[in-house]
Structures are given as C-alpha cells and as structure tokens.
C-alpha cells in the first residue's frame, strides 16, 4: 500500500514538472527577442495569412517562435485586419506592439514627388512640369501624352486618336498638386493624372446626363472648357463665356477666339496681329467654324463645370475690360461689341 502511494507521490511529481516545463517553455518562447543590430525590413504581400505573417516575423528574427505568436493572435481575436506593405522592426519588439502596427498598416514611407500642375498649362507646359520633377528630359513625358499608348485610363475616358491633335492627352491632365511616390515611371505618372481627372469628373452630380443632353462627347466638353480657362480669369464668368461660345456654334458663327491662336505660337504675345489671325490650322478658330480638334489646355473644375451647365444669354461677343480687373463686356451685337472694345479702351489704365 506504501509503496502504491509513494509510486503515485512520484507520477504526480513528474507531471507537474513536465508542465512547469512546458508552461516555461510557452513563457519563454514567447518573450521578445534580446535587441540586436539595425531594424529589419520585411514586406508582407497582398493574401498573406496571419500564420504565414507569424513565420516571416521568425524568419526575420523579429519575435523567437512563430507558433506562440499564431497562437496569441488566435487568443487575443487579431490578425484578420494586418495590412500589406514593407515593414520595419527591431528585435525586441512585443507582440502588442507589432500586432498595433501591422493593423495601422505603419509601413515603411517611400520618397515621394510632389509637382503642381497650374489651370490652364498646355500639354507641352506639363510635359516641362514634370521633367524638372523626375529628372528627365520633356520628351519622355511628352511621346507618352502624344500617343497614351499602354494607359488604361484612356481607354475609360474614350480620349480619340485623330492625326489633327497636337497632342492626344491634351485637356485630359488634370490640374493638381500631385504627390506621388519617386519610383513611379512616366506612365504611371501620366496616368494618375488621368485618373484625377475621372474622380474629378465623378464629383460632379449627374455630369453623365448633362454631358448627354447637352449632346456632346467628353472630348467636345473639355474643348469647350479649355477655351473657357484660357479665356476667362474671373471665376463668375466662366458660365457666361461658356454661353457665349455655344450660342455662337449653334448660330454657325466662327468662334474667333484668340486662345486657339496662341495655342499655335511658340511664345505668348500680349496682343496677336493680323498676319496670326491667318495662320493655317485646324486650331485657327478664326478661319474655321466648329470647334478645334481638341482641347487647348488643360482646364479646371470650374471651366468643366461651366462648360457642362453655361449660362444661357443672348451674348455672342465679349472684349477684356483693360480696367485691370480682368474682366470682360458682353455684347449681343457686333454693334454693341465695337461700343464695348471702345468703352474698355477709353477705361484703360
């Protein structure tokens, strides 16, 4: 009988010394490894689960044993919502902390770009634009607006190829301050201007339906709406402009806007002479009805607005005030428009 208890004293001994020793070797396992060296970079991709996330942390010498951490992140209901990217970590860390940053998607910043593309810049003024940003020659950025080949965006926008435009993307590039990160090739960057261009598009309630009833093509709007930017400084005239420029198209009446002129020359002039006026192009609103090929510059919310919802008058002239104001006089008339360029020369500063 002694001899039964004391064989039982001993079973039970051994037990508690095997689980004392596992109870330690969980505890142990589990405790942070001992800071060494630099942080550690390691990139968790898109599909990875918690018990693959779990093994690349031990690999990586972040944590001593990948089983404890799957099996805390089961414990404490984590690990579903770890976002991907590039992480750094120091040996050391605690489970809490990485589980914290790997939810917050704390990853690594890369360098970014960032450039400003004004209202109004041609394609050639964005193509300098973002050269200077990344360091490269115009021509790069320029061969990809020329042709938009290989970007999906112009397939969504349905951006035609027409041997009559200077430059394909011209219009589409949407105005912005654009932060984008440094290793983004042109076509990239290119295309995320595009796609601004869509978000902004999508911001305008019903912009589909008003396209439609107006009976144009997106490709017409953003024509009509760069000759608005290019033509129009104060912001509450834009719709009126806008007015201005359909009444002359519905009535057949040559648009005679001075922009598609300037679009033509090397350098801006303060005042175009008779000689620019003739000069052969499609782009020549003064010599051809309609509207040019394509958009002038690339025009900002406001002129995309205008030209979708314009305000109806009986205008079809308008002259620059040269007050300083920057403004313009409406006429209904031409006679009324040759008392306006008077009135406005004798305002002159």
């Given at each position: 009988?002694?001899?039964?208890?004391?064989?039982?004293?001993?079973?039970?001994?051994?037990?508690?010394?095997?689980?004392?020793?596992?109870?330690?070797?969980?505890?142990?396992?589990?405790?942070?490894?001992?800071?060494?060296?630099?942080?550690?970079?390691?990139?968790?991709?898109?599909?990875?689960?918690?018990?693959?996330?779990?093994?690349?942390?031990?690999?990586?010498?972040?944590?001593?044993?990948?089983?404890?951490?799957?099996?805390?992140?089961?414990?404490?209901?984590?690990?579903?919502?770890?976002?991907?990217?590039?992480?750094?970590?120091?040996?050391?860390?605690?489970?809490?902390?990485?589980?914290?940053?790997?939810?917050?998607?704390?990853?690594?910043?890369?360098?970014?770009?960032?450039?400003?593309?004004?209202?109004?810049?041609?394609?050639?003024?964005?193509?300098?634009?973002?050269?200077?940003?990344?360091?490269?020659?115009?021509?790069?950025?320029?061969?990809?607006?020329?042709?938009?080949?290989g970007l999906e965006a112009v397939g969504r926008l349905g951006i035609p190829e027409d041997n009559k435009l200077r430059h394909r993307l011209e219009g589409y590039l949407f105005p912005e301050t654009y932060e984008l990160v440094k290793e983004s090739t042109p076509e990239q960057v290119v295309e995320a201007m595009l796609e601004q261009l869509e978000k902004k598009l999508d911001s305008i309630e019903g912009w589909q339906g008003k396209l439609k009833n107006r009976g144009l093509s997106l490709h017409e709007l953003l024509t009509v709406a760069s000759l608005v930017e290019r033509e129009v400084v104060v912001d509450s005239e834009r719709p009126i402009v806008a007015g201005v420029i359909y009444n002359r198209l519905d009535k057949g009446q040559k648009l005679e806007i001075d922009a598609t002129v300037q679009y033509l020359l090397d350098k801006q002039k303060e005042r175009l002479y008779e000689k620019d006026l003739k000069v052969d192009s499609p782009y020549n609103t003064y010599k051809n009805e309609g509207l040019p090929p394509g958009p002038i510059s690339s025009p900002g919310l406001a002129s995309i607005e205008a030209a979708l919802t314009p305000e109806a008058s009986d205008y079809y002239f308008y002259v620059t005030k040269k007050d300083g104001s920057q403004g313009h006089l409406f006429g209904r008339t031409y006679k009324e428009h040759l008392a306006n360029i008077k009135k406005s020369e004798q305002n002159s500063q």
């Open positions: 009988m002694k001899a039964a208890i004391r064989t039982l004293a001993l079973i039970i001994l051994l037990l508690a010394a095997i689980g004392g020793g596992g109870v330690w070797y969980i505890w142990n396992g589990m405790q942070p490894v001992k800071p060494a060296g630099p942080p550690v970079t390691f990139t968790i991709e898109k599909g990875m689960g918690s018990a693959q996330i779990a093994d690349l942390l031990e690999q990586n010498g972040i944590i001593r044993k990948g089983l404890f951490f799957k099996g805390y992140l089961k414990w404490v209901k984590e690990g579903s919502s770890f976002k991907a990217g590039t992480y750094t970590a120091s040996p050391g860390e605690t489970y809490d902390s990485l589980i914290a940053r790997l939810n917050a998607g704390d990853v690594v910043k890369k360098d970014t770009v960032s450039f400003t593309i004004p209202e109004g810049y041609t394609a050639r003024q964005v193509a300098d634009k973002l050269a200077a940003a990344w360091n490269q020659k115009p021509e790069v950025f320029l061969k990809i607006i020329d042709s938009g080949a």
